[in-house]
């Protein structure tokens, strides 16, 4: 992959037949440059080339001037000093704003990852709402993000790609951006399951010649039977994507052998009158296979994707899919809403007023109403979903629901009201249950009750399947219900509380519902009743709580041997109580660097008072033994709580970057941890050894540290050590 530098995004902008303020661009250039001046990337690359490539990605498509400079400055306010106000006044509002919906909200502290993600994604549904060019350069980051991800750990691999498969992937197929989507998920799922990919590889290698010929041979007998049509129509042969076919072979669990759109033929053409010839010159080609063709068309998908669909079978027995659709049609599907910039004058971000983008603010509403964080990601992964059915109303209208959804989900499609007054329905003439799952091609009729106090059944809630039928019906619940859904939620509450074995108290109730964020406890027994908020979480936290107060309690009260302490003498020194001994000199061993939290003994020395070790350091072990130090060991243990700091050594190996060491000192100093002494040099298989002192509260805080450490790209092994 070759590296962009300014020069070659340059020669690219000026390759492009559309105006662009190059002095704006090269000074977004120069502000990212010196901001990430000494910043590496995980590949070994200096981190502006990351900037660079989302531009280049983004000059495919001819974005603007000001989604250009915000691609170059997109990491400057996350990850450097520069203000969002220094951006503001350098650049304009306008790429601020692209710049502050892009940028992650990492600096909010929240409860858990869960939760911080949730946020990220809400605050990239707000953005996208005021300026849909902020996604664009969101799914240009994540593209090339995917691109180099060969440079990052394993288990970082798998993360990214997860997200992406399950957001970033379903966002730009709902922009109808197939061909990010696509490259997308072929990244991602060789790093979700590498052998599933090679085993569809070889599959697919073992006739590669024989397929070659196929699709050549396929190609020429269109090509001659529509020699006729002016201008001539572009024809395309091609193998579906391995994840395409990844999906029906494992997901829906189809042998190879009987997925009959491995191989497709695409045709484009100048007209629509012109597709639906060509459409008649394919079936009498070759032979249709029954219910395997689909009008996109005169039926579009939800992101404007528009093509005829059928699926045919030549004379050598070998089923494949032929793509009908203009040239417009064609733009679209590729790139999605960002053919407006490619082809038009674009929408200068705006997207008031168009249609297609109902579904952000859908999404967007569902999201500020939730309570509950679970709820949220849930709901994100429902309503981006891929997979889509498509219904009809009794007078024709097309409602696109997510695979899976039921009458219930239809219902409320259709209208509020008509889901909140639903009595029955029926599909196809007859009447039907209501988790009955509906099909591409039902006709569905619901009929609802008059009565003004007729509303949803609670049961709803476990069978709807799509976030906008549960936030209806969570929301009716809310407003019509709130004496039952108090009464039904301390019934459920109660009920978890006995099967759990806590112990119900007021003031346990009080602290559950303050730490849920709600006002009072029948405000949580509320939301409970009407499924605003999930259970699971709220007995978690319960325990969580019940967990540090026990902690608490057992580091402040006083021991059997506290009980007894006039008859017990002690001395307590630096946290440390010593059995036996009297107001002595205590000292921490510096061959092991005991910690709070840890295990000790103490030595009496001559003349120096008593060290203090940890039970298991080597000199503990090779001497505790031995007949001229055995009477000089005694007991020790640490006094409880105190607001002393000790002394730990860590050390880390990591490689050689020259980030590195301002990575390791960042994530020390977020801690609040003084760092006394750092040694470093260079191993001789290239990598850097730092032997670090710090000022550490104890163990718990120590393994903290070293958790956070461990995560930082290029470190590979921390370590505690004694040493000085």
Request: charged share 30%; aromatic share 8%; glycine share 6%.
């Amino acid at each position: 992959m070759d590296t962009i530098t300014i020069d070659s995004l340059i020669e690219k902008i000026n390759e492009i037949d559309k105006r662009y303020d190059i002095g704006k661009i090269k000074r977004a250039y120069e502000l990212a440059d010196a901001a990430h001046e000494g910043q590496m990337r995980s590949s070994g690359e200096k981190y502006i080339t990351h900037p660079l490539s989302v531009a280049s990605i983004l000059l495919d498509y001819h974005m603007d001037t000001d989604t250009i400079c915000a691609a170059l400055l997109h990491d400057v306010v996350e990850d450097t000093d520069t203000s969002l106000e220094d951006i503001r006044r350098q650049f304009g509002e306008d790429v601020a704003l692209m710049v502050d919906g892009v940028t992650k909200i990492g600096q909010v502290p929240l409860n858990t990852k869960e939760e911080q993600q949730a946020e990220n994604i809400r605050k990239i549904l707000m953005a996208m709402s005021k300026d849909i060019r902020v996604i664009i350069i969101k799914l240009a980051d994540r593209l090339h993000n995917m691109r180099t991800l060969y440079a990052r750990p394993p288990h970082k691999q798998r993360k990214t790609s997860l997200e992406t498969m399950n957001f970033y992937a379903p966002i730009a197929h709902r922009l109808g951006m197939s061909d990010v989507k696509e490259e997308m998920e072929s990244i991602a799922i060789h790093y979700l399951d590498p052998y599933g990919c090679k085993e569809i590889e070889r599959l697919l290698d073992v006739h590669k010649e024989e397929r070659d010929s196929f699709i050549d041979h396929i190609i020429e007998r269109i090509r001659s039977r529509i020699t006729d049509i002016k201008p001539e129509p572009i024809i395309e042969g091609r193998v579906k994507s391995i994840f395409s076919i990844y999906k029906k072979m494992y997901v829906k669990n189809k042998p190879f052998d009987e997925i009959y759109d491995i191989y497709a033929v695409r045709i484009i053409v100048h007209s629509v009158i012109e597709c639906y010839n060509v459409l008649g010159v394919i079936h009498d080609l070759f032979s249709p296979m029954p219910y395997r063709f689909k009008d996109y068309i005169a039926t579009p998908k939800p992101n404007r994707y528009q093509s005829l669909h059928t699926t045919v079978i030549g004379k050598e027995g070998i089923p494949f899919e032929v793509q009908i659709r203009t040239v417009e049609m064609h733009n679209t599907a590729q790139y999605g809403i960002a053919a407006h910039w490619k082809y038009k004058a674009g929408l200068n971000g705006s997207v008031a007023g168009e249609q297609r983008f109902d579904w952000i603010r859908q999404l967007l509403e569902r999201q500020q109403e939730s309570d509950d964080v679970e709820q949220i990601t849930d709901a994100i992964k429902t309503d981006l979903s891929q997979d889509e059915v498509y219904v009809f109303s009794p007078k024709g209208d097309v409602f696109a629901l997510p695979n899976g959804a039921n009458v219930i989900d239809f219902a409320y499609a259709i209208h509020t009201e008509i889901g909140n007054k639903m009595t029955g329905a029926k599909v196809g003439g007859r009447m039907v249950q209501f988790d009955y799952q509906v099909k591409t091609g039902d006709i569905i009729e619901i009929f609802t009750s008059g009565s003004p106090n007729y509303g949803p059944n609670r049961n709803w809630l476990d069978i709807a399947k799509t976030t906008g039928a549960k936030t209806k019906i969570r929301s009716w619940f809310k407003k019509e219900r709130r004496e039952e859904n108090i009464v039904c939620g301390r019934d459920e509450l109660e009920r978890e509380f006995k099967r759990n074995g806590i112990q119900n108290t007021p003031e346990l109730l009080e602290d559950t519902a303050h730490r849920a964020r709600f006002d009072s406890v029948d405000d949580l027994y509320a939301a409970i009743g009407y499924g605003g908020v999930s259970m699971s979480k709220i007995i978690q936290r319960i325990k969580e709580a019940q967990s540090r107060a026990q902690k608490e309690q057992s580091q402040t009260l006083p021991t059997g041997d506290e009980i007894t302490e006039a008859t017990n003498r002690r001395s307590r020194q630096k946290g440390i109580i010593v059995e036996g001994v009297d107001n002595c000199l205590i000292k921490f061993a510096q061959c092991c660097n005991p910690l709070p939290g840890d295990p000790i003994i103490g030595f009496v020395t001559r003349g120096f008072g008593v060290s203090i070790h940890k039970q298991d350091c080597i000199n503990v072990i090779n001497n505790m033994d031995s007949a001229e130090n055995k009477d000089r060991w005694i007991k020790a243990s640490w006094a409880g709580v105190d607001d002393e700091t000790y002394r730990a050594t860590i050390n880390i190996i990591a490689e050689q970057k020259s980030s590195i060491i301002a990575d390791i000192t960042a994530a020390i100093a977020i801690n609040r941890i003084s760092m006394n002494e750092m040694n470093m040099h260079r191993l001789k298989n290239g990598n850097t050894e730092l032997i670090i002192t710090i000022e550490i509260a104890g163990v718990e805080q120590l393994a903290n540290l070293m958790l956070r450490l461990r995560k930082i790209p290029g470190v590979i092994s921390v370590e505690r050590t004694g040493k000085q």
